[in-house]
């Protein structure tokens, strides 16, 4: 079922309100930088972390700095690096995010990337893996 229609789209007057809309899931992508990647069964430390938002999130937050009024309509998680990411979303000026839906047990996905002085690897993570290598959650 969606919640997007002809009159989601506009208002009472009938104007058009978004020139865009995404529906899709969104991701907290987290990059360590200055590691080596660490054999099976051991830990390293990273020098650098650093975020930035992916997946549906790269293309509304692209539409709305092109001065489109964008809307996303995805799942929110409740967990920290959910809050994060919709913190996030937040500040970005032309993108509401009014029809995205929260829900206390889900937990937005997020992509991890080991980047080392020979490659840099991307892997989507899940929330029981993150917790599995040693990553806070919560």
């Not at 997007?4 to 991701?27: H, L, P, R, S």
């Not at 937050?61 to 937040?90: I, M, P």
């Not at 929330?127 to 806070?136: A, E, S």
């Amino acid at each position: 079922m969606s919640r997007i229609n002809n009159k989601t789209m506009n208002d009472e007057a009938g104007q058009k309100i978004f020139d865009v809309v995404i529906a899709e899931n969104t991701y907290l992508d987290l990059f360590f930088s200055d590691v080596d990647f660490p054999r099976p069964g051991t830990e390293v430390l990273a020098g650098n972390l650093s975020f930035s938002l992916g997946g549906a999130a790269n293309r509304a937050v692209a539409a709305a700095r092109l001065g489109a009024e964008s809307c996303l309509l995805t799942n929110q998680g409740h967990d920290q690096l959910s809050t994060l990411l919709f913190k996030t979303l937040q500040k970005v000026d032309h993108l509401n995010l009014d029809l995205c839906t929260t829900d206390t047990t889900y937990r937005n996905p997020v992509s991890v990337s080991i980047s080392t002085s020979n490659d840099r690897a991307l892997s989507p993570m899940t929330i029981q893996r993150l917790l599995w290598i040693g990553l806070p959650v919560n």
